[in-house]
């Protein structure tokens, strides 16, 4: 797959594939092309280039919707819940089920809500009628991971879900992780956190400057080889201009105003 935005080449030829049962991660340095890559999978910004094959067959992902209907789903880092709906009306919120007369069915959907989070070993929940307002951190990346699973998905992205969690929420999400992968799912972790990744990953995928530099065994690797992905993977050609000018010290910040002024122009 490749993506350009404008000047700037966020995705080169990159060649991942995600296998059922296999909880893959995904680093990289800031701007390096992660969101974008997890972004053209959802179809949120479809590539430029590129082929997507599900289950054997090419498909075409345009939008959000096809990749719903393949069973894509993703788990954003600002999660997009309503904290003022319960988790039942959070895990059915677009997709609620009415019956003929379209009214709702509200014992249906809380059992599959509160089914789907047995599934998951969830125990952190004490009832799926609470108000996502009142849920800590880890239980609302657990209703989020929950309202991803029960349609029927196969793939299940993450971005970067412990952020901005602590120790014991951290393990409970890792956890979480770690069953979607023994369920049969294929699961796309980003993460910036490499004792996360070591915890719960198959496979470690590295992108750099937009190509990806390494597909890592991670039983096979140690953190100090990830790193040395992360900052100096061999990159098979060579970035163009544009990408240099938004080269390493690639997390935009403000240290070289000069080229980042070129840049935003
Ligand atoms: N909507 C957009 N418009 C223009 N450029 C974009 C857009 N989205 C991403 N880019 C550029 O594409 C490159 C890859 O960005 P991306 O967000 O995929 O990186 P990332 O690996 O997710 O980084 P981070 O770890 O900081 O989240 C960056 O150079 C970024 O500036
Ligand atoms: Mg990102």
């Known amino acids: 797959m490749s993506k350009r935005f404008g000047a700037v080449q966020a995705l080169q030829g990159v060649d991942l594939a995600l296998r059922p049962g296999e909880v893959v991660a995904l ?3 800031n701007g390096a092309g992660k969101s974008t890559l997890i972004k053209g999978i959802a179809g949120i910004h479809p590539f430029d280039e590129g082929e997507t094959h599900f289950d054997g067959q090419a498909v075409a992902i345009h939008g959000p919707h096809d990749a719903a209907v393949l069973g894509i789903e993703i788990v954003y880092q600002d999660l997009a819940l309503a904290d003022n709906l319960d988790v039942v009306e959070n895990m059915f919120l ?4 009415t019956n003929r007369f379209g009214l709702l069915v509200e014992e249906d959907m809380e059992r599959e809500a509160a089914d789907t989070m047995t599934g998951l070993a969830v125990t952190t929940l004490s009832s799926v009628r609470q108000k996502v307002a009142g849920l800590s951190g880890g239980q609302r990346q657990t209703v989020a991971v929950g309202k991803a699973v029960m349609w029927n998905s196969k793939v299940v992205i993450l971005d970067e879900p412990t952020a901005a969690l602590g120790v014991a929420q951290t393990r409970q999400v890792l956890d979480l992780v770690a069953r979607l992968g023994e ?10 956190n490499l004792h996360d990744v070591f915890e719960v ?3 470690i995928v ?3 400057l937009g190509q990806l530099v390494g597909d890592l065994d991670a039983s096979q690797v140690n953190q100090q080889q990830v790193v040395e992905a992360i900052t100096a993977g061999t990159l098979t050609s060579v970035p ?3 990408l240099h000018a938004t080269g390493p010290g690639l997390d935009s910040d403000d240290d070289d105003p000069g080229t980042s002024g070129e840049e935003h122009a």
């Open 27 to 29: 680093v990289g340095d």
């Open 183 to 192: 369920q049969g799912l294929a699961v796309l972790l980003v993460s910036h």
């Open 94 to 97: 677009g997709r609620e089920r």
């Open 206 to 208: 590295v992108l750099r």
């Open 240 to 242: 163009d201009m544009a």
């Open 201 to 203: 990953a198959d496979r």
